[in-house]
């Protein structure tokens, strides 16, 4: 359960217009509504991701990106032990037969 929304939906909607309609930086937008220039990053990046989804329904949400990520480094440090014990099997295997 996440922390409850300090904005309404309807400023996050007012918000996001106004960055898309007008020639301003994000961060003069964040000023002049008085939220912090993150918070709106975080909004645009959002539901560009989320204009993204629609587009593409099979795109990785980011925890997908992220699992990917991490699984994908937890492979090859598998990898990697198993061709360590391959080795060592390899070596040990000479040594008994000596």
């Known amino acids: 359960m996440g922390r409850p929304n300090k904005y309404p939906d309807q400023f996050r909607k007012d918000a ?6 007008s020639q301003r930086p994000i961060a003069e ?11 709106l990053w975080n909004w ?20 997908e990106r992220d699992e990917l990520r991490r699984l994908r480094k937890e492979n090859i440090e598998l990898q990697t032990d198993k061709e360590i014990l391959r080795r060592a099997a390899a070596y040990f ?6």
Do not use: F
């Not at 937008?29 to 918070?39: W, Y």
């Not at 629609?54 to 795109?59: G, T």
């Not at 295997?93 to 000596?98: K, S």
């Open 16 to 21: 996001l217009e106004l960055v898309r309609t």
């Open 29 to 39: 937008v964040a000023r002049s509504l008085g939220i912090a220039e993150g918070t």
């Open 44 to 63: 645009v990046r959002a539901e560009r991701d989320a204009n993204t989804r629609e587009a593409d329904p099979d795109a990785l949400s980011e925890s």
């Open 93 to 98: 295997a000479r040594e008994t037969m000596r």
